[in-house]
């Protein structure tokens, strides 16, 4: 039997697949991107972008093999699951709430909380130890897709990382759809980290992302006292506006989000701190945006994902007058060239210093490192992936260069 699979969104997505298919190949089923017996879709309807997306994939491959089963789970398949029945009626679903029936009603396999052993294709691996979001901001459906909040029990986490070191993995990053709300029975995600230091072996742990109000000065502290853990912190940040951070329904400020920031660069080395931030929300003006742009320029941040607000139903914001698409790609253009230079200015700030690196990909003569920070680095020569080592960043044009230490 011939396999295929496609994920789209987050990479809380990505690892569910990622686990799935591992049980598949493992029962004797071969990977094929053509022909297929059966393709596992896990989808995505964050934007209507994505949302469209994943239904013209959807048509393409019931073209391509109309024989084939096609089982779709995920967001969308939660969100809009009779919507999507009307439009394919041979299609199999699974909603969030099920999927991990997918490998025990095919397989006979048992496996609540997608683990994996490898990640195919990747040089770093990727560990889900959390699932679902109860913030409810306004522009967000996710809470209509991941409603139920679970975490994967300490033991299991703690096992999965072990075989993926002696796997040979040596960088693990740890996700979750709200990483920083991991709560096994009375076990925090700060009590998780403190066991995970204490496993043996060559490997460092990278932490996804994590909402500004659980940056706590304890997380900060055992983050800082290990070498296990990158210098490197995502944080969705959305607006710099306190109007539009109220209507959003953040439950945070400008200014407790700055002190959060402080906070981290006092306390951890070379640290890189990357955003999310949300352009074109209903209520936001110019000088509202203009804020958020200075806001960010400011505070030299190491990096920009960049979102186009897309209004989805049963969101809150759903409700309101959406601005002018110009407006919003405007902004939106504006904030990708900030996000160039920042990521720049930050790889320049860097030059001269020693930094922990994994080897990706090679890339013509070079090959392409990350660094605890999360810079890219090209290194000349040909260094096997997923090697760890030290580097120097030497040179930064548009692309950032480096030597071996």
Known sequence: MKISYKSFGCRVNQIELESIIEKFVAKGYSLSLDNYDIIIINSCCVTKKTEDEVLRFIRKERERNPNSKIILTGCLATVFKDEILKRFKDIVIYTNRNKNRIVKDFLGVEDEFF??????????????????????????????????????????????????????????????????????????????????????GNFRIRLSSL????????????????????????????????????????????????????????????????????????????DDFKKTFRFIEDLKFS????????????????????????????????????????????????????????????????TNLLTTNFINVFVKGDIPCGERLNIKITEVSSQVKGEIL
Not at 162 to 167: F, G, I
Not at 225 to 250: G, T, W
Not at 333 to 338: C, F, I, S, V
């Open 115 to 200: 683990s994996v052993n490898g990640f195919y294709g990747k040089t770093r691996a990727f560990v889900k130890i959390q699932d679902g979001c109860n913030l409810r901001c306004s522009y967000c459906i996710v809470p209509f897709a991941r409603d139920i909040m679970v975490s994967k029990p300490i033991e299991s986490v703690i096992d999965e990382i072990r075989r993926l070191v002696a796997n040979g993995y040596k960088e693990i990053v740890i996700s979750g759809t709200r990483l920083g709300a991991y709560t096994y029975k009375d076990i925090k995600l700060k009590d998780l980290l403190k066991e995970i230091e204490k496993i043996k």
């Open 211 to 286: 909402e500004p109000v659980e940056v706590e000065e304890e997380l900060i502290n055992i983050l800082k006292n290990s070498e296990r853990f990158c210098s490197y912190f995502h944080i969705p940040l959305q607006s710099a506006s306190d109007n539009v951070l109220s209507s959003m329904k953040r439950p945070y400020t400008a200014k407790e989000f700055a002190q959060k920031v402080e906070m981290i660069r006092k306390n951890i080395k070379d640290v890189g701190i990357y955003l999310d931030v949300i352009v074109g929300y209903p209520t936001e003006t110019d």
């Open 303 to 366: 990096g920009l994902h960049v979102f186009t607000y897309s209004p989805r139903p049963f969101a809150k914001s759903f409700e309101l007058k959406d601005l002018n698409p110009k407006i919003k790609k405007e902004r939106s253009k504006a904030m990708h060239e900030l996000d160039k230079k920042l990521r720049l200015k930050f790889a320049n700030s860097m030059i001269g210093k020693t930094l922990d690196s994994i080897s990706l990909s090679k890339k013509g003569e070079y």
